[in-house]
């Protein structure tokens, strides 16, 4: 919904609404609880709708239904707020010494990708062994070579992101201790 709404608003209410719901270093300062809760349901260009759609299917939903809701939604808002804040300390301390500009603590800072590379983490887990590893070593190359090439605070959360979702391995096992069984077909014992 928020996609459309910026799709079809004008150009000033866009600008508003995307800085009004970012997670920037203002926005944490002045509404901390709105704009870590808000700025994950944004994403700024509304063309990556269909993208985003299809990347949700790929990777949220194998992971919700594998571990369900409540774990799936605890793997991705963890890394969403952790990897928000720990990126925009990055910026704020890139500003307190003069690398980046201070008006980086009002850039627009919004996005569902930092949940979905959580995501990406978790469902390493789900993989068989033959595939795991090279998935795994898939997933750290697409997040770590940005972070190493163009080192910018997104790449960096987006790294945190994929850390936090492999460090939730504890979620994917049973309280006794075995794997989740793999998901079974209707009617299927």
Known sequence: MTSLVVAFSPDGLEHYLLHRNSSNLHQLAHHPARALSGSAFWIE?????????????????????????????????????????????????????????????????????????????????????????????????????PLLTDRTYTDLGHAISLGIGLACYPLTRRPHGKPFAPERGPGAH
Not at 80 to 107: E, G, K
Not at 122 to 137: C, F, H, N, Q
């Open 45 to 145: 260009n509304p063309a990556s709708l269909f993208f985003y759609a299809i990347l949700f299917e790929v990777f949220h939903a194998p992971v919700e239904r594998w571990l369900g809701t409540a774990k799936w939604f605890f793997t991705v808002a963890t890394a969403h707020i952790a990897a928000t804040l720990i990126s925009q300390q990055v910026v704020l301390l890139a500003i307190a010494h003069h690398r980046v500009p201070r008006s980086m603590a009002h850039v627009v800072d919004i996005g569902v990708s930092y949940g979905l590379a959580a995501s990406v983490g978790i469902l390493t887990y789900r993989l068989p062994r033959p595939w795991r590893r090279l998935y795994l070593a898939g997933a750290i190359a697409f997040f770590l070579v």
